[in-house]
């Protein structure tokens, strides 16, 4: 059966057999999932909270606080890094022993970069909503005007039929 082409469907699709001419007749759905769950082995919550630095183990670099100016902070990571990737340049040539903890300092401002810009990431999905809701906006108008449009063509041309068959 795993290899069939089309395999048969799942047991429960009996639970809906009577659905087309009783649709009360199907179960009711689960209630949504509270806490942890278990999916393909990977254990996850439900709810989405993105954790500290500190949570994390990783030392944070910019200022705490509701108030982050993140274009002021992600300028001054990225300049760190730079920095620091030039330092790890001079230490390969010079001392190569020495390479790991500039890694390591790379490595936490990468780790603060990437968390900085996975905190924009409720603001990203608010400004993509708002974008997609305006644009079906913009597609329900136009689809309204071009059916006032065709209404209009139709009056017209019903009335140019009207006056073509009182005319003879």
């Known amino acids: 059966m795993a290899t069939?082409?089309?395999?048969?469907?799942?047991p429960y699709y009996?639970?809906?057999k009577d659905y087309s001419q009783d649709p009360q007749s199907a179960p009711e759905p689960p209630p949504p999932i509270e806490g942890t769950y278990v999916c393909f082995?990977?254990?996850y919550t439900t709810s989405d909270v993105?954790?500290?630095?500190?949570?994390?183990?990783?030392r944070q670099l910019y200022p705490k606080g509701p108030n982050i100016?993140?274009?002021?902070?992600?300028?001054?990571?990225n300049g760190q890094l730079q920095l620091h990737i030039l330092e790890l340049a001079d230490i390969l040539i010079e001392r190569p022993s020495q390479y790991a903890r500039r890694v390591e300092e790379i490595s936490t401002?990468?780790?603060?970069i990437h968390h900085l810009l996975n905190s924009l990431r409720p603001h990203q999905a608010r400004a993509n909503l708002i974008h997609i809701l305006e644009l079906q906006i913009e597609r329900r108008k136009q689809a309204v005007?071009?059916?006032?449009?065709?209404?209009?063509?139709?009056r017209r041309i019903l009335n140019e039929s009207l006056a073509t068959l009182d005319g003879h």
């Open 41 to 43: 082995g990977g254990s």
């Open 69 to 77: 100016d993140f274009k002021k902070e992600l300028r001054a990571l």
């Open 145 to 154: 005007e071009d059916i006032k449009r065709r209404r209009e063509e139709a």
């Open 14 to 16: 009996r639970l809906y």
């Open 50 to 58: 993105l954790p500290s630095l500190e949570e994390q183990g990783v």
């Open 109 to 112: 401002v990468f780790k603060n």
């Open 4 to 10: 069939a082409t089309y395999p048969p469907p799942p």
